[in-house]
């Protein structure tokens, strides 16, 4: 999809309008040009340059100011319009796509589509809107030229015609660079990220970081190398456009008198002067095309990461969906999910398992790393759909019309949590429950919340654990899932965890699901509970434990 086709579809009310704008602005300072050589051929017989002439002037060049302000007024504010849309769009089927999909559309991507992308766009509006109005006036010009010498026109016909033909063919070559530059900087977007979110790791590891720099600066310099190459070709190709538009200057001056015999004087000069509004309304499409095929491209990903988001969003109704408050049985029959890792070529199954779940019960899941604890996890949440068997909610099986539904029991915090400043999607708590919950986790003294926002985030991993737990205590959802919570407290907390925090949310009737690598905590639980092992993807022992 072309920029332009993107703008067409996108712009309902004002665009028939924002063209006629921009070829009036043309045809103003077509017409500008005509007064003036009115005016100049009254001076050249000796008289005074005539009202009409002076007239058609002042009008003419009012019109221009007007269009003008009006085209890059409007245009601005309608190419943010569409922006606003696109990126509201494109948020929006990000928060509607299963998650395995977005997994393999990549963050960078998006994050690429909604910032970058966005940016080229804005700057290409104020100058389709010049384009317009630069090929409406060459096309007036161009009439204004054939009127005082054919033989001018021709010329002008032949050389600007071949000049954009060569362009043209050039300019195609350029445009697998500029798309390839681009993959090259949502590399190091990647790397970025790599140094961000791992930042730890990095500090840890000074061959990592060497690797990790080294590797950054082969990406950044095959960026770079494509960016100047596919920049030097196009400013060759503005240079020689340049160089076409003054050898017709050259043309039409030396040449075209050949040919006519009506061609010179004052003729000449009208011409000439013609011509070089012409030349002025050429340089600046020829340097408006880079733009615009940037933002062709722009316009391209964009349209292209809308079609794989739509491709993996939900296409269920949300005011469809029905909130459970409660649930009797989920059962997960010979279920069976494989993942593919593109980064190692290698594909990870776990399945097939059987695994029933009760209202009230507590779920212990262990097992070493890489057995496939949190896989299930996200597959038993509705995260992962299974590639073979089935999900059961109290009798009825879960599709794609009820996954939502399904989802809707529950609150987790997964191993790599995000933790939200504000309360989304959670009607505003009584202050008592809020203050009572922060100070039986330890985080009184450390955060408050005021009008459904955390005064602040700054917290240990510890901490912030804690306060994941208290927003989805405060979501009162039937079912907890917990990935390893308990990884980053301390021992003295780990301990409340285990010994009074559980046992209030089973009798509070909360669901709980963990995965958890205290194996010492659960042989000293005083609670009835469930505990799972996997092994290599497969669930390899049950078991209950009946107080202790």
């Known amino acids: 999809m072309t920029f332009l086709e993107l703008v067409r579809r996108e712009m309902h009310g004002s665009l028939p309008k924002l063209l006629f704008m921009s070829a009036l602005g043309g045809i103003s300072t077509a017409t500008i040009l005509a007064s003036i050589n009115s005016g100049m051929q009254g001076t050249g017989d000796g008289n005074k340059p005539s009202l009409w002439a002076a007239t058609l002037f002042i009008v003419s060049l009012f019109l221009f100011i007007k269009t003008q302000l009006y085209v890059t007024i409007t245009a601005t504010a309608e190419i943010e319009a569409i922006i606003h849309k696109l990126r509201l769009r494109v948020m929006d089927l990000v928060r509607r796509s299963e998650l395995l999909a977005m997994e393999s559309i990549g963050r960078s991507r998006i ?22 109005q630069g090929a409406v006036l060459i096309f007036f010009v161009g009439i ?26 050039k300019n195609r070559r350029l445009i697998t660079e500029k798309q390839e530059s681009a993959q090259w900087e949502r590399r190091l977007y990647d790397r970025l990220t790599d140094f961000m979110d791992g930042f730890k790791e990095v500090r840890l590891n000074r061959a990592r970081s060497n ?20 920049q030097a070709e196009t400013f ?14 050259g043309a039409v001056v030396f040449a075209a008198p050949q040919f006519s015999d009506t061609l010179g004087g004052a003729s000449l000069t009208k011409t000439t002067t013609a ?22 491209s722009a316009a391209d990903r964009i349209d292209q990461l809308e079609i794989s988001l739509r491709a993996a969003a939900s296409t269920t109704d949300e005011l469809d969906i029905k909130i459970p408050k409660r649930f009797d049985k989920i059962e997960m029959r010979n279920i069976v999910f494989r993942y593919f890792d593109a980064h190692s070529e290698a594909t990870f199954q776990i399945g097939p398992l059987d695994f029933s779940l009760e209202s009230g019960e507590l779920v212990f899941i262990t097992g070493g790393n ?63 429950e809020v203050d009572r919950l922060l100070k039986q986790f330890r ?14 985030l700054e917290l240990s991993g510890g901490q912030r654990r804690r306060l ?81």
């Open 111 to 132: 994050v690429a589509a909604i910032t970058s992308d966005t940016a080229v766009l804005t700057q290409a509006s104020n100058t389709l809107s010049f384009t317009v």
């Open 144 to 169: 204004y030229v054939a009127y005082l010498s054919f033989a001018a026109f021709a010329m002008t016909v032949i050389i600007v015609s071949g000049a954009a033909a060569i362009f043209h063919v």
């Open 211 to 230: 690797d990790l720099f080294d590797d950054s600066v082969d990406v950044s310099r095959a960026a770079a190398n494509l960016k100047i190459r596919s």
């Open 236 to 249: 060759k190709l503005i240079v020689s456009s340049q160089v076409a538009m003054y050898v017709l200057l």
């Open 275 to 296: 011509l070089m509004f012409v030349v002025g309304a050429c340089f600046g499409l020829v340097q408006s095309i880079p733009i615009l095929l940037i933002a062709n």
């Open 370 to 432: 890489g057995s496939g604890k949190s896989t299930f996890l996200r597959v038993f949440a509705g995260l992962y759909p299974p590639d073979s068997g089935e999900i059961t909610l109290d009798g009825a099986r879960v599709n794609t019309e009820t996954r939502d539904t399904y989802r809707a029991l529950m609150s987790a915090i997964f191993f790599d949590n995000h933790l939200f400043r504000k309360l989304y999607g959670i009607p505003e708590p009584e202050p008592g």
């Open 443 to 456: 985080l009184s003294d450390k955060i408050s919340l005021s009008d459904s926002e955390f005064s602040t």
């Open 468 to 548: 994941a737990l208290i927003v989805s205590l405060l979501e009162k959802r039937p079912i907890l899932i917990l990935d390893e919570w308990t990884a980053e407290q301390d021992p003295e907390f780990r301990r409340k965890f285990y010994d009074e925090l559980l046992p209030q949310m089973k009798q509070a009737g909360l669901t709980v699901v963990a995965i958890t690598h205290d194996d010492r905590y659960l042989d000293e639980l005083k609670m009835p509970a469930r505990r799972i092992r996997f092994e290599e993807g497969r669930i390899v022992e049950q078991r209950s434990m009946e107080n202790g």
